[in-house]
């Protein structure tokens, strides 16, 4: 693991911004896989300006997104579609064909999950996976468990990501209690990670991510086995 450490949430935005853009200069038609959340909007502000700069073009890039909650339509403000369109897609060059989601409202979520597979498949698998942390130690919404879930799946979220994402709904009612995430294989089966990890309140499931037994209770352990893993943080989160 490739560990950064920074000073705070700016450095740990612009560093990341540079893995990313380096990435996407030296092959234009990666395969970029998303995460949404607090941690990347920072990275995501840096990659906008880079572009209004002129010094990145997204029109060759297609993107895979981790997960989406279940039951909020794309045009939903909660939905990871409408957070995606907001700090990133709609502000650069990016081809709306090549951009992809889970949806939350598929009817056959089983079909869904598949289909989200065959897609990872055919665009030949994801060249950079940028990954946030959840307080747990989750990646995407693999939530801590006993077994770790390879593909595409409907997962049940835990008690603490649900009361840690209430602060984005008017009301914890209002978090959806389920969602689809892509499963620890096509995380695992990309060429490079990039987790970005910001504040005090990560450090400790930070530190089991780098240092812990590797275990599905902790699922970022599992990074520990990746190739190639850079990990950027601020001093606060890496204790
Ligand atoms: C959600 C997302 C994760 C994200 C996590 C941490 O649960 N599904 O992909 O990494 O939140 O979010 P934040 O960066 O806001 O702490």
Redesign the pocket.
Known sequence: MNIYKEKDYAAVSRRAANIISAQIIQKPDSVLGL??????IGTYDQLIEWYQKGDLDFSKVSTIN??EYLGLAANDPNSYHYFMNKHLFSKVNINAEKVHLPDGTALDIETECNTYDSMIGSLGGIDLQL?????NG????NEPSDSYTAGTHLVHLSQN?IE??ARLFSSINDVPRK?I?MGIRSIMFAKRILLVVSGAD?ADALHKTIYGPITPQVPASILQLHPNVSIVADEAALR
């Open positions: 995460a949404t959340g607090s941690s990347p981790l997960d990954l946030g942390l959840g307080h989750h990646i995407g919404f990501t840690a994402n969602a995430t990560k």
